[in-house]
């Protein structure tokens, strides 16, 4: 047989307790909210992926100032219809900054005088155009500008619309799965 002690169990005063809560609480708080305020998750729901294989992004809102071959997320413009609605978040490859050189024709994108795979304006006969209509002479991409384009000959980007104003980057992205 065993004795057990009845020691009294030493309790915490109610507002000791809440005071706890309360620290812990708003710690969840501040530190969700920083995280859920700066990261966006993004879905490219299209049947034909523009970045195969991936399907799903993580959008770092507070880096919006991303490098060459890096992917950028942005809000669709009028110039962007019929394949985005305005305002939709848009994700694409950044392939140039300001400074850079680009050209576009029948036979391809290219920056800074090297050809892009997969880079001619394939989507001028679904969009019932000369594939003429898409040339670019060869030009400097503006301050304040990034040129973008998807990994694939069917993606609707700068071939397409032209340059991005910077102010229209919504983040940086980055592929999951």
Request: hydrophobic share 45%.
């Amino acid at each position: 047989m065993s004795m057990r002690r009845n020691t009294p169990r030493h309790r915490q005063p109610w507002d000791r307790f809440l005071l706890k809560a309360l620290v812990v609480l708003t710690l969840i708080l501040v530190i969700g909210s920083l995280l859920c305020g700066r990261f966006r998750l993004g879905l490219d729901d299209q049947d034909a992926l523009c970045l195969p294989p991936y399907r799903w992004y993580l959008i770092d809102t507070w880096d919006r100032q991303p490098q060459p071959g890096q992917l950028v997320a942005f809000a669709a413009t009028e110039a962007m219809v019929p394949y985005f609605t305005v305002g939709q978040t848009v994700i694409k490859r950044v392939v140039g900054v300001a400074g850079d050189r680009v050209a576009v024709d029948a036979a391809g994108t290219s920056i800074n005088g090297v050809v892009r795979p997969n880079s001619d304006p394939a989507l001028a006969t679904t969009l019932k155009q000369p594939v003429t209509t898409f040339d670019r002479a060869e030009f400097e991409v503006p301050p304040g500008h990034l040129w973008v384009m998807g990994d694939t000959r069917d993606s609707f980007d700068g071939r397409y619309w032209g340059a991005l104003p910077i102010e229209q980057v919504q983040g940086r992205a980055y592929a999951l799965f």
